[in-house]
């Protein structure tokens, strides 16, 4: 049973670009999170999703941040008009429709020039 | 939003010797789980707690949920050099079999053995 993926691992962009991060749960799992984490932080919590559905994106910035979760394909995090301040690594976990037990990808280290 | 404070920040310990780290939260959490990330990858689920008083083991590591419901504590016992990582308390306030949702995270504790 292969873990979560995420791809690319390491992206680097330039200011203004855009950045698309992918993830792709774990099978069986229905539900996928995306956290923010910075050099010597714990992780923040972004934006929850299930198929189709947004259930919570109280952690995600209102602007040029944006997430989906379509019927088929992987969940992806869209960074628009990337600043440096987005640099982080962001991480993608998946969960079971019956525990809160996530489980995570390896990560995604966006560098902005 | 909910404070986890994590403790200590650092340990240096020698192999062999046991380690235990705390994380405190200021409001009541429902599940309390363990991670340990290596440098370059994603978090790893050590144990994931769901009761209050509850008591779980993982090979050498034991985790307890607080009775308080704001507390959790991981003992890592008899340690080895590939313990070395950084281990993260995380917490979710949502009651079991409803519906899921986000964790917080403590800072961090970032652990050293030496052989």
């Known amino acids: 049973n292969a873990g979560v993926m995420q791809n690319p691992r390491h992206l680097v962009r330039r200011r203004g670009q855009e950045a698309r991060l992918r993830c792709s749960p774990m099978?069986?799992?229905?539900?996928v999170y995306w956290y923010r984490q910075l050099p010597e932080e714990g992780l923040k919590f972004m934006v929850y999703?299930?198929?189709?559905?947004?259930?919570?994106e109280s952690g995600m910035p209102k602007e040029r941040f944006s997430a989906e979760f379509p019927k088929e394909g992987p969940s992806i995090l869209r960074i628009q008009q990337v600043v440096r301040g987005d640099s982080a690594a962001y991480f993608c976990?998946?969960?079971?429709?019956?525990?809160?037990?996530?489980?995570f990808g390896p990560g995604t280290r966006l560098t902005v020039l | 939003g909910q404070q986890l404070n994590q403790s200590p920040q650092s340990m240096f310990i020698q192999e062999g010797e046991d380690v235990s780290m705390n994380c405190t939260s200021s409001s009541i959490f429902n599940t309390w789980l363990w991670y340990k990330q290596d440098p370059g990858e994603g978090p790893v689920l050590l144990i994931a707690l769901y009761k209050a008083g509850e008591l779980t083991s993982n090979g050498r590591l034991t985790a307890q949920f607080g009775i308080t419901r704001k507390d959790s504590f991981l003992n890592i016992s008899a340690s080895i050099p590939s313990d070395v990582g950084i281990y993260f308390c995380?917490?979710?306030?949502?009651?079991?079999?409803?519906?899921?949702?986000?964790?917080?995270f403590g800072r961090g504790t970032q652990l050293t053995v030496w052989p």
């Open positions: 999703l299930q198929k189709e559905n947004i259930i919570d």
């Open positions: 976990a998946s969960s079971p429709p019956d525990r809160n037990e996530q489980f």
């Open positions: 099978k069986g799992h229905s539900h």
């Open positions: 995380a917490g979710q306030n949502k009651p079991r079999g409803s519906t899921l949702g986000r964790l917080y």
